[in-house]
C-alpha cells in the first residue's frame, strides 16, 4: 500500500464514496431529529455531537463492506448509523474531565464544555440506547440475526470492547507498558469497533463463513494502525482535536518515537490490505477508502 496523494483514486470510486458520506449524513439527522424544544438539551447535545463533522469512518466502512459481501439493501446504512453513535458517545466521555479532559473535538467545544457534565453523561447514555434501538427496529431482518447483530454491538462496547480499553488506557497508561499491553489496550480501545463493524457487514449478507475470521484480521489491523493515527494526531498542530493530551502516557509514541510508529502503521495498514485482498480479490475500494483515510499520517510535521 502507498499513501501517496488520491490521484490514485478513481473518480467513480471518489462519486461513490460521496454517495455513501451524504446517505450517513442524512440518515444520522433523521434518527437524531430536533426536538422543537430548545430546553431539550440532552437531544440537542446528542445531534450535535453526533452530526458534528466526523470523518464517519465507521459507517462508511459497513456499508462498503456489507456492499462488498454482496449486500444490496439498506440495513448497512442504519447499522452504520448505530455504530456512529456509539463511537459519538464514547468521544463524549472520552472527553470528559475524568478521562481526557479535553476542549476540542471535531473542531468544536466538547459536549460537558458546552452543556455541562451532568448533560455529557446523559447524552452519551442516550446515544448508546438510541444506537440499540436502531438496530432492534432494523424490519424485514430475521430475529436470529437481529439478536446476533445486537450482541455483537453489546460486546463491542462493554468489558469486550471500549469500556475495558478505556480503563486500561486510563489506569494502566499513566505506569510504563510493555508494548504488548499497549497493543491489547489499543485492540479494544479501537479495533474491537472495527470488528464489529465487519461482522455486522458480514451477518447481513450471505458471504461465505470462510471470510469472517479474514476480516476480523483486516480489523484488527486497521485498529492498531488506526490507534497509531490517533496517537500521531496527539502531536499534530491544526488537528481537529486537543493536542498533547497524552503527555506522560504510555503510548508506542511514547515509547517508540513517532518516525518508528510511522512505519509500523504502515505494517499494519500494508497487513489489512493482504486481508483485504484475501476476501475482495483486486477491487479495491474500501483499501483506497483506507489509503485516503491514512495519508495524512504520512505528513511530517
Ligand atoms: C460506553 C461507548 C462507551 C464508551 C465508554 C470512553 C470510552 C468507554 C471509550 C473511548 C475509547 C476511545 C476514545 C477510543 C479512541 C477511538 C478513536 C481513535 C477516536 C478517534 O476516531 P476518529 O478519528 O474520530 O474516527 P472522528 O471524529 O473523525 O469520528
Redesign the pocket.
Known amino acids: 500500500m502507498t499513501m501517496d496523494s488520491d490521484a490514485t483514486i478513481n473518480d467513480g470510486y471518489k462519486e461513490r464514496l460521496e454517495q455513501v458520506r451524504a446517505c450517513i449524513e442524512k440518515r444520522l439527522d433523521e434518527l437524531l431529529p430536533e426536538s422543537g424544544n430548545e430546553r431539550d438539551l440532552v437531544a440537542l447535545a446528542m445531534r450535535e455531537s453526533t452530526l458534528a463533522p ?2 464517519r ?1 465507521r459507517p462508511i466502512l459497513l456499508m462498503l463492506t456489507a456492499e462488498g459481501l454482496g449486500h444490496d439493501g439498506t440495513w448497512g446504512l442504519d447499522l452504520g448509523c448505530a455504530v456512529e453513535m ?2 459519538a ?3 463524549v ?2 472527553d470528559m474531565p475524568c ?1 481526557d479532559n479535553a476542549s476540542l473535538r ?1 473542531g468544536r467545544p466538547t459536549v460537558h464544555l458546552k452543556f455541562g457534565e451532568d448533560i455529557a453523561i446523559l447524552t ?1 447514555i442516550a446515544l ?1 440506547s438510541r444506537a440499540f434501538g436502531v438496530i432492534a427496529a432494523i424490519s424485514d431482518l430475521a430475529p436470529t440475526i437481529r439478536t446476533q447483530l445486537v450482541e455483537v454491538a453489546a460486546n463491542a ?1 462493554g468489558m469486550r470492547g ?2 475495558r ?2 480503563f486500561q488506557d486510563l489506569r494502566d497508561g499513566q505506569q510504563s507498558r510493555r508494548p504488548e499491553e499497549i497493543a491489547v489496550t489499543n485492540n479494544l ?2 479495533g474491537v469497533l472495527f470488528g464489529a463493524i465487519v461482522d455486522m457487514a458480514w451477518l447481513i449478507s450471505s458471504a461465505e463463513d470462510s471470510v469472517r475470521p479474514m476480516l476480523q484480521t483486516f480489523a484488527m489491523e486497521l485498529g492498531q494502525a ?2 497509531m493515527y ?1 496517537d500521531l494526531r496527539d502531536t499534530c498542530p491544526g488537528s481537529e482535536k486537543d493536542q498533547g493530551k497524552d503527555v506522560g502516557k504510555s503510548t508506542f509514541v511514547s515509547l517508540y518515537g513517532e518516525d518508528k510508529v510511522r512505519q509500523q502503521l504502515f505494517v499494519h495498514l500494508c497487513n489489512a490490505e493482504l486481508s483485504l485482498r484475501q476476501v475482495f480479490g483486486d477491487s479495491g475500494l474500501i483499501a483506497d477508502y483506507m489509503r485516503m483515510v491514512f495519508k495524512q499520517a504520512a505528513l511530517t510535521h
Open positions: 466526523g470523518k469512518m456509539i463511537h458517545a464514547s468521544l466521555l472520552d478521562m471535531r452519551a448508546l462496547v471500549l469500556v480499553g478505556q480501545k479501537t488506526f490507534q490517533d
